[in-house]
């Protein structure tokens, strides 16, 4: 068996293109044009490129964006201020404080601070709370993505048994909630599963949908893929490579040369869920100016 490839970098010019008419409906409803503000701190090589990458799909949408930059050396207080200014501002749609953050800023604080109308990282407790409670307003950008991309290639996870293997507060907790609610696109049986659990392969190989979510090049084996399973791969890790000119390659979560052989269908990295989580923010940029905007 060799598997099928889903095509992140297609679906999310679909979700793109959908997110344009939006646009365009928006403002010839006479509306404000939506606003996606970041806010980089540091000097992080990928954190620059994750920006550089929204900043490029906003404007192909029609959706204005600005970054806003601060030095590595900027005080948990003076971060603070600036999410109190952009929480007032009537100009910004949503925004998002990019990740990692200096160690001299507690993340959890920074979050709190957000207004969670503006909260296009569906990160805040309120935001979290709602999605735990069936009613989401915005849900993390990566967890829409690999639900947009189960549902666009035609494996809705309803009813299927989904391992997640990750916990993390970004992807792997929302993701397992998103996908087990009740609802259209969703009503799995889910189990979350991570580094420290177990045989994790037992674990993994009664997923007939597999995501992972670890963080660690290289997890999941294909002796840890249940044939004819669907394997969605989140990891993005940077592995030293002297073949290329850039001395690096990227490296997913799962060995895909074996898993390969093994799945019915799987993301590639890159070119999978990266694409969808831009494109997802983008959507919830349009549905906080939507939710704004007057009736």
Do not use: W
């Amino acid at each position: 068996m060799t598997a099928s490839i889903i095509d992140g970098d297609a679906i999310a010019a679909q979700v793109r293109a959908e997110v344009a008419r939006r646009v365009s409906a928006h403002l010839a409803a006479g509306r404000p044009q939506p606003q996606l503000t970041a806010v980089l701190v540091g000097d992080d090589p990928a954190s620059q490129v994750y920006v550089r990458n929204k900043t490029r799909a906003c404007a192909e949408v029609g959706i204005a964006t600005e970054t806003l930059t601060l030095p590595a050396s900027t005080s948990q207080a003076e971060l603070l201020a600036a999410i109190v200014r952009l929480n007032r501002s009537p100009a910004v749609s949503g925004f998002i404080v990019q990740l990692p953050l200096p160690p001299q800023i507690d993340e959890r604080a920074v979050t709190r601070a957000i207004d969670p109308a503006k909260d296009i990282d569906g990160l805040t407790p309120e935001n979290l709370g709602r999605l735990l409670a069936g009613e989401p307003r915005f849900v993390p950008a990566t967890p829409a993505g690999v639900q947009q991309l189960l549902l666009r290639s035609g494996h809705d996870p309803g009813g299927r048994r989904v391992v997640v293997v990750g916990r993390s507060t970004l992807v792997g907790k929302p993701l397992a909630v998103l996908l087990a609610n009740k609802a259209p696109g969703a009503n799995a049986t889910v189990t979350i599963a991570h580094t420290g659990t177990r045989d994790l392969g037992a674990v993994t190989r009664e997923a007939e949908i597999l995501i992972v979510a670890a963080g660690r090049p290289g997890t999941v084996t294909a002796a840890m893929v249940r044939p004819g399973a669907v394997v969605i791969d989140v990891g993005t890790s940077r592995v030293d490579d002297p073949s290329r000119k850039r001395g690096y390659r990227l490296a997913g979560d799962v060995d895909f040369a074996g898993v390969s052989q093994v799945a019915v269908a799987i993301t590639p990295v890159p070119g999978g869920v990266g694409p969808m989580t831009v494109a997802m923010l983008l959507v919830n940029t349009m549905q906080a100016a939507e939710l704004a905007a007057p009736a």
